[in-house]
């Protein structure tokens, strides 16, 4: 089984400008079920790999929602905590091209309340973390100690750090705690702008080379237009180009790529990232590619079913 840890919030998602505005000109807001690790879990459970999704939400309507969509996406629950306190919510706002950027409302939200729950269970094969669950305390230490413990025995842990640079008070502490992980993570999937905010302006491949020297098996690069690459010991690998698609959003892409590299490792039986040649991580690429590519295609983070996969060439 997977086990996905990380926040689940509700993103404040401009509508149609045609259907509605408010006082000031602005655009409507629509409610979206996300948050990066929240969108990894669906992103795999809707492949059909057995998932589950490790975070505290809140027992408010938004939270109740959270979690039927869970269920519906064939997300399992059983480490699913809840609570009283109100969800987090991210305003989005969206460029010409359709990028998002975000501003957080967190302050005492059910997610950062995280308990650790202790050793995973035995059948847990992968361990995905990220996004603000690598931030907002206490629930980062709490998800930290689970890096470190799990990958002690053994499981295939994964990161993205998914940066939300507002929500960072000390970069530099960040940074330092950022490099704290490597040793403990096999597979770092990130942004290239990601990378760069990380090693403040390096080259993302030569960032990777370097995480690479700190532990790390493998970094898979998403590289916006420029697709999707994979460095490890042995250099790069693979490096597959975006899929041409109108793009309605970019909500949910990177994590996308998240939950269907999940999902191809796990159908594979793939825990040791050494076992990949550059063939087989072509593959791994360009299967989470074409998810991204229908994520992209559709508003809100919304990731593809298996269906949905075998339907689009």
């Known amino acids: 089984m997977i086990v996905v840890g990380g926040e689940a919030l509700v993103d404040l998602v401009p509508g149609d400008p045609l259907d509605s505005t408010v006082d000031g000109g602005l655009r409507a ?3 979206r079920l996300g948050g990066g690790p929240y969108n990894v879990a669906l992103a795999a459970g809707r492949l059909g790999v057995p998932t589950a999704f490790l975070s505290r939400v809140s027992t408010d309507r938004f939270g109740d929602a959270m979690v039927e969509r869970l269920h519906a996406s064939d997300v399992d629950t059983s480490l699913l905590q809840r609570g009283d306190e109100p969800t987090t919510l991210a305003v989005v706002a969206l460029d010409a091209k359709g990028a998002a950027r975000y501003t957080f409302y967190v302050e005492g939200t059910a997610d950062r309340l995280v308990a ?12 995905s973390l990220g996004t603000l669950g690598m931030v907002l305390e206490p629930g980062a230490s709490a998800y930290e100690a689970m890096l470190r ?3 002690a025995r053994g499981v295939l842990t994964v990161l993205d750090p998914n940066i939300r640079e507002a929500l960072i008070t000390d970069p530099a502490a960040y940074r330092a705690r950022f490099a704290s992980w490597l040793p403990d993570v096999r597979l770092l999937k990130i ?13 993302p491949v030569a960032a990777a080379k370097t995480w690479i020297e700190s532990g790390v098996d493998a970094v898979v690069l998403t590289r916006g237009a420029d697709g999707v690459a994979v460095i490890t010991a042995a250099g790069e690998l693979a490096h597959v180009p975006s899929r041409k698609v109108t793009v309605r959003d970019t909500i949910g892409a990177g994590d996308t790529v998240q939950g269907a590299l999940l999902a191809w490792l796990h159908t594979r039986d793939v825990t040791d990232l050494a076992s990949l040649d550059a063939g087989a991580w072509r593959e791994a690429l360009e299967f989470a590619a074409k998810a991204a590519s229908i994520t992209v295609s559709r508003s809100g983070a919304e990731p593809p079913t298996s269906a949905d996969m075998a339907s689009t060439v």
């Open 29 to 31: 807001l629509l409610p």
């Open 191 to 203: 942004s290239d702008d990601d990378a760069a905010w990380l090693t403040e302006g390096a080259d």
């Open 149 to 151: 413990r799990e990958a």
């Open 116 to 127: 650790d729950p202790g050793p995973l269970p035995g059948t847990v094969t992968a361990l």
